[in-house]
């Protein structure tokens, strides 16, 4: 029964993370610079603040929609 609770958790945080490396060659890219550039520590910080912002949109995202479920409108 666990192994089917943490199933979806890790799936999604594996998709967060997929997304995240993703959202951080891009911004490294705009700075022109590689993961060469960085040691393992400072990636790990700025994959996790891709992370962050990503998870924060996710939740924003969520927030919107139940409201609009809800008949609420944030933007009246």
Do not use: C, Q, W
Not at 10 to 39: G, Q
């Amino acid at each position: 029964m666990n192994n089917i609770i943490s199933l979806p958790k890790s799936f999604v945080t594996s998709k967060i993370r997929k997304k995240a490396i993703l959202a951080t060659k891009a911004r490294l890219a705009e700075h022109h610079k590689s993961f060469d550039d960085y040691n393992d520590e400072e990636l790990e910080i700025i994959i996790a603040d891709e992370e962050r912002k990503i998870i924060d949109d996710l939740k924003t995202k969520s927030l919107v929609i139940t409201l609009a479920a809800l008949g609420l409108n944030l933007f009246v």
